[in-house]
């Protein structure tokens, strides 16, 4: 007689698989409930930066507004030893004037009276709500290093999410119950059961869409693709994202720094020290800044996306640039400037980029809730909630099944009547991923070795693994 469990699962080991995801689990719950949380919020930024905003975006005017260079001069004698990033147009004829200033790896924003000259507003750009949120999401607010434990939880969420749907795969079908909806007047062990495997089936492919596609921002997996991508091309790709913390404040920095020769650099930080002898406010006033008068009226016609940000020349570009920075990443437009003429130079919009850079741009645009308006904001609260509830359900599971003194894995042994060896499948899988996501592959690595080689010979440690 063929036993139940043998039909059931021929292959792979059952167990194997449910201790991955257990060590899946483990290793990444806590991370993805702060990811979550984060990035449910930073999906409503528009919304969220719209209502901070606001008294700033219905000002009285009672003339004509200054010309756009008497702004800014305005705004650099407001923050004293700062250079012009970028000039931010007017999102209305009633918004004040918002203009970046930089200071070494320092970004400030300057709302201005676009009549009156009054500084309503001065703030770091990194102290900003949904800047915090963004740094947390992306980098745990500890720089590069979180950027890697990001990309490591992230990962193994990958992990958890496919050896958990191959554990929820039904073998009956005759009975939807406990697959495609949850049995809520069932048992506590059913019901959160059927909460943890239900929600996480609903949930899967949106959160493997969301891992995926914010890859290419993590410090080690960006940065690798990036550099895959010049050895290929054979040259410097300029991509519109930047890969880890110290990736992002190189390219501000750039933009803090004026386009000139290292000698014209020298003489410059001279003219800069008797800048400060002197007062900033006599400084600035011999910067040439009339060029953006020209530039302001040769863009504003465009419609470009907003918000549109026009920057002087620097070390990221030699000259003149508007951009729009729409978080919509489709109808973003990069336009270069004769500073002189304020003639266009060339203009590159999204349909104008290499189909990677497309690629990931849409992904991007998902990720942050922004491609097809307030449902996709919902679609990603709604996961984002589900990664919450599948996380919470997945600790109760565990401590309630959990032995006391151990930690609560599931057995190397398998099922009566299941091999003991793994498919090729599943082991193809897991190399597969690994090559992909060196992260990952490195971390399985290690954790076979030592659980091979060291926890196995402490008995302690084997017992309170579920390793003997």
């Not at 949930?203 to 290929?232: D, M, Y």
């Not at 091309?233 to 750039?254: H, M």
């Not at 020290?273 to 863009?299: C, P, W």
């Not at 509830?389 to 042994?413: D, E, F, H, Y």
Request: hydrophobic letters at 45%.
């Amino acid at each position: 007689m063929i036993n139940k469990v043998t039909t059931r699962r021929q292959w792979p080991a059952y167990n194997i698989i449910w201790r991955w995801h257990f060590y899946a689990g483990l290793l990444c719950i806590p991370l993805v409930i702060v990811l979550a949380v984060s990035g449910a919020v930073y999906l409503f930024k528009p919304q969220v930066d719209a209502t901070l905003n606001q008294p700033y975006n219905h000002l009285v005017l009672t003339g004509a507004p200054q010309a756009a260079s008497v702004q800014v001069k305005a705004a650099l004698a407001a923050v004293p030893n700062t250079v012009l990033n970028a000039y931010q147009l007017p999102q209305t004829a009633q918004s004040a004037v918002q203009v970046l200033l930089g200071q070494r790896g320092d970004l400030i924003r300057v709302y201005v009276h676009p009549q009156t000259l009054e500084i309503l507003k001065i703030e770091h750009e990194d102290d900003k709500l949904m800047q915090v949120a963004h740094e947390l999401h992306g980098n745990l607010l500890i720089g590069d290093w979180g950027s890697y434990l990001v990309e490591l939880a992230a990962s193994w969420a990958i992990v958890m999410l496919i050896t958990g749907l191959y554990l929820w795969w039904p073998t009956n079908t005759k009975n939807l119950a406990g697959i495609l909806y949850p049995r809520l007047k069932s048992s506590q062990r059913v019901f959160w059961r059927d909460l943890h495997a239900v929600t996480g089936f609903w949930i899967a492919f949106f959160t493997l869409f969301l891992l995926v596609s914010g890859l290419p921002w993590a410090k080690s997996w960006g940065g690798l693709l990036k550099e895959v991508r010049h050895f290929s091309l054979g040259k410097v790709v300029e991509q519109d994202w930047t890969t880890g913390p110290s990736s992002a404040l190189a390219e501000r920095q750039k933009m803090n720094m004026p386009a000139m020769s290292d000698a014209e650099h020298a003489e410059h930080m001279k003219h800069q020290q008797m800048a400060n002898k002197l007062g900033s406010a006599q400084f600035n006033e011999s910067l040439n800044y009339h060029a953006i008068d020209r530039l302001v009226a040769t863009v504003q016609p465009l419609g470009l996306a907003y918000p549109v940000l026009i920057s002087p020349p620097s070390r990221k570009s030699p000259d003149w640039t508007a951009k729009s920075n729409a978080q919509n990443r489709p109808l973003r437009s990069e336009i270069v400037l004769d500073g002189q003429t304020g003639v266009i130079k060339s203009r590159k919009d999204f349909a104008d980029r290499p189909l990677l850079d497309r690629i990931i741009g849409y992904g991007v645009a998902i990720h942050e809730g922004q491609l097809f308006g307030w449902f996709n904001q919902l679609l990603g609260l709604i996961t984002a909630l589900g990664l919450v509830l599948i996380s919470i359900s997945g600790v109760v599971l565990w401590w309630r099944r959990r032995i006391p003194n151990s930690l609560g894995a599931p057995a190397r042994k398998n099922h009566v009547g299941e091999p003991k060896s793994m498919s090729y499948v599943p082991i193809s899988t897991i190399v597969l991923l690994g090559l992909l996501l060196p992260f990952l592959g490195l971390s399985v690595i290690a954790i076979l070795l030592v659980e091979r080689y060291v926890l196995r010979y402490i008995p302690a440690a084997s017992s309170f693994l579920g390793l003997d």
